[in-house]
């Protein structure tokens, strides 16, 4: 499916939900920002917290009923997983960043998924889902990145606003990634 219909699926799904999306990104963006004074908290809250961001997304992607308990949720999921998974995806992607900043951009493109795969999937290890990650994003890195690079417009005008646009742009840019996940794990089960 081309980027620009993910997008415009994205709009269409936040139609009638951007207060409860603004909400709960501003919920989930203090709780962030509170954990960032301390760093092993940041580390220790890091994966639950985009467990229950992938999840809040997915369900505003898939027109369900989403709620803003939905970001605590990778909480009640495995959270050693969640932690495993944070770390390994941070620690990959510094190395591969230390190389050059191009191969740190694959592979944070590479491990993408990793988050929508947690939190679809209770059974999965964290490394088995960095893996996951790695084989769905196949063949569609350059898909990705140029749809993050289609929302560059959109970044700069919400510094215009002096960071309140952000509310909803970073609702905007996780649901059409969540409208890529599910677009890519389709054609994987077809091929």
């Not at 992607?93 to 679809?120: D, R």
């Amino acid at each position: 499916m081309e980027n620009k219909k993910l997008m415009a699926m994205a709009r269409e799904s936040l139609s009638g939900k951007w207060g409860l999306a603004v909400g709960t990104f501003l919920v989930y963006s203090l709780v962030i920002a509170a954990a960032g004074s301390n760093g092993i908290a940041a580390l220790l809250i890091g994966g639950p917290m985009l467990i229950g961001l992938a999840i809040f997304s997915l369900t505003i992607a898939r027109n369900q009923d989403a709620k803003l308990e939905q970001i605590f949720e990778g909480f009640k999921k495995n959270f050693g997983t969640a932690l495993v998974a944070y770390l390994l995806k941070a620690i990959f992607v510094f190395l591969w960043t230390l190389l050059l900043i191009i191969p740190g951009i694959i592979a944070a493109i590479s491990y993408s998924q990793v988050f929508y795969i947690l939190a679809e999937d209770d059974s999965i290890s964290g490394t088995d889902a960095l893996k996951k990650s790695k084989e769905m994003m196949y063949g569609y890195k350059w898909k990705y990145f140029c749809l993050r690079l289609r929302f560059i417009g959109w970044f700069l005008l919400c510094i215009l606003t002096l960071g309140v646009g952000f509310l909803w742009f970073t609702p905007y840019i996780t649901v059409s990634c969540a409208n890529f996940y599910d677009d890519i794990k389709n054609k994987k089960i077809t091929e």
